[in-house]
C-alpha cells in the first residue's frame, strides 16, 4: 500500500472509530504523558536466564513472498502479520504467493485497530520527559514484561516504531514476536518480519539498562534496521479461507 495511502487509512480509521465510539484502545495506550498514573501495578520482566518460545516459525507459518515494500509503498506487513497468526493457530502453512484478498483486507483491519497507537508512539520524543515517556523507555518499562507474559500464550503482533512525522507514519512496521530470551540485561526477541521471508534467524535486540536507546534489528548477526520502540497489538484471530 503506497505510504500516503496507508497513513491516511490510519486516519480514516480513527475518524470513523471516533464517530462510532469504538474502544480500540486502552486509556494507557493513548495518553503522551507519564503511564505511571493510568497503568496500574507495575509488572517487571523476570531476570536473567530467561527464555520463552513459541512453535511459530517464519519459514512455516510466515508468507513465502517479501513484503513488496518500496521507496514509496510501506507494503502489506501487517496483514502479512495478521494473516500469519491466523494461519498458525488454525495448523496450516499459507499457500498464497502473492498478497491476496485476505491478506489485504487483514491488513485493513490492522490498521482500523492499531492505527491510533502507531498515532501516539510516532509523536513521542527520543529522550523521555518528566511528563512523556520516549519509544524505547515505554517499550522497555511497559511493552517487554507484557511481551514476555502474553508470548506464554503464543505468538502476538508487534508495532515496530521508526519514524517521527505523522505524514510518514507508514514507514513504521509490523510484525509477529514468537519468542524471547534474556542473558543479563540483553534481551533478544524472536520476530517474523515479512521484509525477509522464511527466515527464522530474526531478533530484535535492545539492553534494558539504555532506557531511551533504540534496539537494532538483527539476522544471523548482521544488522538490518534500528527501531525506535515496539508495542504489543491489539489482534483477534479469524479463520483463514480455505486452500
Aim: charge should be positive; proline fraction near 9%.
Amino acid at each position: 500500500m503506497p505510504k500516503n495511502n496507508r497513513s491516511q487509512l490510519m486516519l480514516i480509521a480513527l475518524a470513523l472509530a471516533s464517530a462510532l465510539a469504538l474502544p480500540l484502545l486502552s486509556p494507557a495506550s493513548l495518553t503522551l504523558g507519564s503511564a505511571s498514573a493510568v497503568l496500574g501495578p507495575r509488572r517487571e520482566l523476570a531476570p536473567a536466564p530467561f527464555d520463552v518460545v513459541t512453535r511459530f516459525r517464519p519459514s512455516r507459518f510466515g508468507f513465502a513472498y517479501v513484503n513488496l515494500r518500496t521507496e514509496t509503498s510501506g507494503g502489506d506487513c501487517g496483514g502479512m502479520a495478521y494473516a500469519a497468526l491466523d494461519y498458525y493457530r488454525a495448523n496450516r502453512a499459507p499457500s498464497a504467493l502473492a498478497p491476496d484478498a485476505f491478506v489485504l483486507s487483514r491488513d485493513v483491519t490492522s490498521l482500523a485497530a492499531n492505527g491510533l497507537a502507531f498515532l501516539s508512539w510516532t509523536l513521542r520524543p527520543d529522550r523521555s520527559t518528566p511528563l512523556t515517556e520516549s519509544p524505547g523507555a515505554l517499550s522497555r518499562r511497559r511493552e517487554l514484561p507484557r511481551l514476555a507474559e502474553a508470548l506464554r500464550d503464543g505468538p502476538v503482533p508487534l508495532g515496530l516504531i521508526r519514524v517521527h512525522r505523522l505524514r510518514d507514519v507508514g514507514y513504521n512496521h509490523q510484525v509477529v514476536a514468537y519468542g524471547l530470551s534474556r542473558r543479563g540485561p540483553i534481551v533478544r526477541i524472536r520476530l517474523y518480519d515479512p521484509n525477509h521471508p522464511g527466515a527464522d534467524d530474526i531478533v530484535l535486540q535492545l539492553d534494558v539498562r539504555e532506557r531511551d536507546a533504540p534496539m537494532r534489528e538483527y539476522r544471523a548477526g548482521t544488522s538490518l534496521a534500528s527501531w525506535r520502540g515496539f508495542f504489543i497489538e491489539r489482534y483477534s484471530p479469524i479463520w483463514p479461507p480455505p486452500k
